[in-house]
């Protein structure tokens, strides 16, 4: 949980490693990540077909059960085609809601998701969306980062200000429930309005209760 004082949080320090676990396993990431046949023509080597879909030669060799180097014209191979998902980001102002398009990677719904896994694994998928609707929120403000990776991997005075990046816990696989509730609130998805913080219980006036946590 993001800990307050005089309702600035304090962070811990730790370094970010995120896999790619869920994404091979989510629907969602069809449109990232996808296998295509290539025709292999004269002049053509295993490297630089890999080179040309920005691929590892080990992983074209894997895709294709291929241990040598030997190929020829006309011969089909599989290669990896990577796209960048879009969501819908709702941006707000003080007279009205506008919803205006954004791309988010991959990267940006693989990262929210773990965090919403680590600070709300346990909680109703509502306080999950709520989690990555805090995000999106700070995304939104002039107090923080513009971007989703850049929000969550803030530091203030040299800490961390999420407490899952400093104890591990965001290198979690993220759940199916929570990666619905990530694309959510990337879509957006806001059940505690303009709140920016969040904690496990300690509340605040004019916050917002959703299980066992409290939005403010």
């Known amino acids: 949980m993001t800990k307050f004082k005089n309702k600035k949080s304090i962070f811990l320090t730790s370094a970010l490693t995120i896999g790619i676990s869920i994404?091979?396993?989510?629907?969602?990431?069809?449109?990232?990540?996808t296998t295509k046949k290539y025709t292999v023509k004269s002049g053509d080597c295993l490297s630089r077909i890999a080179q040309k879909y920005g691929e590892s030669i080990t992983t074209l060799r894997k895709a294709n059960n291929k241990w040598n180097n030997s190929i020829f014209?006309?011969?089909?191979?599989?290669?990896?085609?990577?796209?960048?998902?879009?969501?819908?980001?709702?941006?707000?102002?003080?007279k009205k809601t506008v919803t205006s398009s954004k791309k988010y990677t991959a990267s940006d719904l693989r990262l929210l998701?773990?965090?919403?896994t680590a600070e709300a694994g346990g909680e109703s998928y509502n306080a999950q969306v709520a989690v990555g609707a805090v995000v999106m929120n700070r995304v939104r403000s002039n107090r923080f980062p513009n971007s989703v990776s850049?929000?969550?991997?803030?530091?203030?005075?040299?800490?961390y200000k999420f407490s899952c990046v400093q104890n591990g816990n965001i290198r979690r696989a993220a759940r199916s429930s929570d990666v619905k509730a990530a694309i959510s609130a990337l879509n957006g998805t806001n059940p505690v309005k303009n709140k920016l913080f969040f904690n496990n219980g300690?509340?605040?006036s004019g916050s917002i209760k959703i299980g066992n946590m409290v939005f403010m």
Request: glycine share 4%; no cysteine; aromatic share 6%.
């Open 202 to 204: 300690i509340r605040k």
């Open 73 to 94: 014209p006309g011969q089909i191979l599989k290669v990896s085609v990577k796209t960048t998902a879009t969501v819908k980001k709702s941006k707000v102002s003080s």
């Open 113 to 116: 998701a773990r965090l919403i």
């Open 23 to 33: 994404i091979l396993s989510q629907n969602i990431f069809a449109a990232t990540l």
């Open 150 to 159: 850049a929000v969550i991997n803030q530091k203030y005075r040299g800490y």
